[in-house]
């Protein structure tokens, strides 16, 4: 990829708002005439040269692909982290417009403090294990036997880190309440929690474009069901919770790449360019101030090579 083309596609940032105009710089540059010659100093610089001298204009980001319309993206956030991006950010929480103006910022930092969240949210992302891929039906895609090692092998991992666990989330596809019975045996009195919202799907139009890899389902359907789980389950932690958190959720690797990437604030559109193995731990770490962390991303170090597989 050229050096134009990849500060280019920079400059789409995150957001997706609208850039009139970036500029990098590329190396100190003597300015020049018409002809090319140097200009002598002190001379006036023509109109028409838009950026001063030693920066690199880069095309309008209207260029990059729009995004849909559940993913909300501020205008001009430019790729910056947007503190709010869970809603929980404790102004977001207050209605300003009820402020008592006798008790004045008084009052409103009191508010505030009250809404702040105190603890953090430890999250773990487990990609179901290997299945059968010959099924024709969901309740046909079962484990194999060696998926089912692979369960064991993560559920003794997980109790092996001597964590308090809180819940387990999981799909409600077979191979992911499969390998959430397993990892339970390792973490008994952990409970369960079943959803449809975590069920595999298409999450968006990845960028680039794979022509091998067809969703069984258009973006618009699954999309929006995978970002409602998004925005569901990951948040910063409520301002009444006390402690820290420990939480499974067993899902598959379309939804956790989607994850990632949108608690990151990266662009969600390159999901497709992280791979997971079965089995394997995620771990998103979220703060109070709701600044998100990746401790590890498909983590299968804990298993012998010979039962890696990833399908």
């Not at 079965?278 to 039962?307: C, E, Y």
Request: glycine letters at 8%.
């Amino acid at each position: 990829m050229s050096l134009r083309r990849a500060l280019a596609l920079a400059a789409c940032g995150l957001a997706g708002g609208s850039v009139l105009l970036s500029a990098v710089v590329v190396g100190k540059q003597p300015a020049r005439g018409a002809e090319g010659e140097p200009r002598p100093p002190g001379s006036a610089v023509p109109a028409a040269s838009a950026a001063p001298p030693g920066l690199l204009l880069l095309p309008p980001a209207a260029s990059c692909p729009p995004a849909p319309g559940w993913i909300e993206r501020p205008a001009g956030s430019g790729g910056y982290w947007d503190s709010n991006w869970d809603r929980r950010e404790p102004l977001a929480l207050i209605n300003l417009k009820k402020k008592n103006d006798e008790t004045g910022e008084e009052e409103l930092s009191s508010r505030l403090d009250h809404c702040k969240a105190k603890a953090t949210r430890h999250i773990f992302l487990i990609r179901h294990s290997q299945y059968n891929l010959d099924g024709r039906a969901d309740k046909d895609r079962t484990l194999t036997p060696l998926g089912r090692e692979q369960a064991e092998l993560t559920g003794h991992r997980l109790a092996s880190l001597g964590l308090k666990f809180d819940q387990i989330i999981h799909s409600s596809m077979t191979r992911a309440t499969e390998t959430t019975e397993i990892i339970s045996k390792h973490l008994p009195g952990v409970k369960k929690i079943s959803t449809d919202l975590l069920r595999e799907g298409a999450p968006i139009e990845p960028d680039p474009p794979v022509s091998h890899w067809k969703p069984e389902a258009v973006y618009y359907e699954d999309g929006a069901r995978i970002e409602a789980a998004f925005r569901n389950f990951i948040h910063r932690a409520d301002a009444k919770q006390e402690e820290d958190s420990y939480e499974i959720f067993v899902c598959h690797a379309n939804v956790i790449r989607y994850i990632v990437c949108r608690a990151l604030q990266f662009p969600p559109e390159g999901w497709l360019r992280l791979s997971l193995n079965n089995g394997s731990i995620t771990h998103l770490v979220i703060r109070p101030n709701g600044r998100v962390a990746l401790r590890t991303l498909g983590d299968t170090g804990f298993m012998p090579p010979d039962k890696i597989t990833r399908t």
